[in-house]
């Protein structure tokens, strides 16, 4: 079964250094992974996905991910931090052959000045 | 563009109660699905849609019941709201896509928040 572990609850981080991020995979197959953003009070706004094609994929707002399978990882970098990046981040997989998009237990980055 | 609708936004119900959750998307999405979102706990998927009138479990579906009569709308149901249900719940769909809806992103609704007394 599909599954997503996200090893930090917690990131904190000042404003214009290097974010990481870091999310671990379980599938049986070939997956799909994406990253999604929640800023509070607000609902999930899609970063940046793996679908197998490239294993960097860039996002938006700067952020991008390598897809590592001898790792079953999908971290999530970018190079510079900005206030407005602090947010929770969401880890979520998607699996051939299932419907099901299935999430981690979510990061929440906190970007101090 | 509306996208995904979820009604209402918010909501305080006492145990025992019943109420319906309605989730409304305007992109012609095959897929919908239902998460309850809870501190430390990420979100977790309580019931899903592959069509029209069809509907399956996720990972906690007890107490939960979900219809889609109509293409466009999936709704959530608590028969017996239990303070356990208490949480923020999100609404949101996908297309099938080319090829199955592996890679197809997901849109989210901006959620209800409940509670239940």
């Known amino acids: 079964a599909q599954s997503v572990t996200q090893l930090d609850s917690h990131v904190s981080v000042s404003e214009g250094t290097p974010v990481l991020l870091r999310c671990n995979y379980s599938s049986s197959y070939s997956p799909s992974l994406f990253w999604y953003v929640q800023h509070p009070n607000k609902g999930l706004q899609l970063l940046l996905k793996y679908t197998s094609a490239a294993t960097l994929v860039k996002g938006i707002n700067g952020f991008e991910a390598e897809f590592k399978k001898s790792e079953t990882s999908f971290h999530l970098t970018k190079p510079s931090a900005h206030m407005s990046d602090a947010a929770e981040y969401f880890c979520a997989v998607s699996e051939a052959g299932f419907q099901k998009l299935v999430f981690g237990t979510g990061t929440r980055l906190l970007v101090s000045p | 563009n509306a996208g995904v609708t979820q009604t209402p936004k918010f909501r305080v119900l006492k145990t025992g109660q019943s109420m319906t959750l309605l989730c409304a998307q305007d992109m012609n999405h095959e897929y919908m699905y239902w998460y309850r979102q809870d501190p430390g706990m990420g979100l977790r998927l309580i019931h899903y849609?592959?069509?029209?009138?069809?509907?399956a479990k996720g990972e906690v579906p007890d107490g939960y019941n979900v219809s889609r009569l109509k293409k466009q709308n999936f709704l959530l149901g608590l028969e017996s709201a239990a303070p356990s249900q208490t949480s923020v719940y999100f609404c949101?769909?996908?297309?099938?896509?080319?090829?199955?809806?592996?890679?197809?992103?997901?849109?989210f609704g901006q959620g209800t928040r409940l509670t239940v007394v």
């Open positions: 949101a769909s996908k297309t099938m896509g080319q090829g199955g809806s592996l890679g197809t992103e997901a849109f």
């Open positions: 849609s592959v069509g029209e009138g069809t509907t």
